[in-house]
């Protein structure tokens, strides 16, 4: 199975100030069309995950521009440019180039 | 509007087999590259993919759990049914489907989770 490592696991970011996700896969997530499979998903407490970055930088519908996604190959970063309050929760990355669709453990945001 | 909502028993015993539907609206999975998963969180909440079934009536399972699911559709009723066989108290768990287009472009939307506990 291809292993996607987050870090950090725990990331507290005060009010206003900028956060970043690294997330690293064990294998190239290129797609035969030359598409690289990387997603960025949201979780807020209690609630089901949404999606907030598809395709290593495409912005879901409705997420703040102050989210967005880089990288290439295997290795990848979610930046908040601005943590807002609503932004606490779970980040998980998850690649779909190859079976079986993993995801990355999870990186917890908290306001300090 | 695309929705998906899961439903199923809420407490299951050791050994029984669980069976989950997923019942969606807004898409048709008739429809080329529409694709739809089932995904389990554990209450330590790491996200597990478990199946696939795609329009065309391919099936993916996760090696791991593979001998232990089967995951079929129903287009008239616009449902995903999993089963798992062999339950075991470490399947506790929130089942979540969740729907893929154009075959790549995996979980833009998800249905809200229905928590299974196993025990006896």
């Known amino acids: 199975d291809v292993v996607m490592t987050q870090s950090p696991l725990s990331l507290p970011v005060t009010l206003g100030q900028p956060a970043f996700i690294s997330c690293k896969s064990s294998?190239?997530?290129?797609?035969?069309?030359?598409?690289?499979?990387l997603n960025w998903f949201q979780q807020r407490p209690g609630q089901s995950p949404r999606r907030l970055i598809y395709?290593?930088?495409n912005r879901d519908s409705g997420v703040p521009d102050r989210f967005s996604g880089s990288g290439s190959g295997t290795d990848f970063t979610l930046k908040i440019s601005r943590v807002e309050a609503e932004d606490v929760g779970v980040y998980y990355c998850?690649?779909?180039?190859?079976?079986?669709?993993?995801f990355g453990q999870g990186t917890r945001l908290e306001i300090k | 509007q695309v929705t998906l909502r899961e439903s199923g028993p809420a407490l299951v015993k050791p050994t029984q087999t669980l069976t989950l539907t997923c019942t969606f609206s807004?898409?048709?999975?008739?429809?080329?590259?529409?694709?739809v998963s089932w995904i389990r969180q554990t209450p330590g909440k790491a996200l597990e993919w478990l199946a696939r079934?795609?329009?065309?009536?391919?099936?993916h399972y996760s090696p791991s759990l593979m001998a232990r699911l089967t995951i079929s559709k129903d287009t008239s009723k616009n449902q995903v049914v999993l089963t798992m066989t062999n339950m075991d108290p470490v399947d506790t768990a929130t089942y979540y489907c969740?729907?893929?287009?154009?075959?790549?472009?995996?979980?833009?939307?998800w249905g809200q989770g229905t928590l299974v506990t196993v025990s006896s």
């Open positions: 969740a729907r893929t287009v154009y075959t790549t472009l995996d979980f833009d939307s």
């Open positions: 395709k290593v930088s």
């Open positions: 079934i795609d329009w065309d009536d391919d099936e």
């Open positions: 807004g898409f048709s999975l008739t429809t080329s590259g529409v694709c």
């Open positions: 294998q190239s997530l290129v797609y035969t069309d030359g598409n690289t499979l």
């Open positions: 998850m690649q779909g180039r190859h079976w079986p669709l993993t």
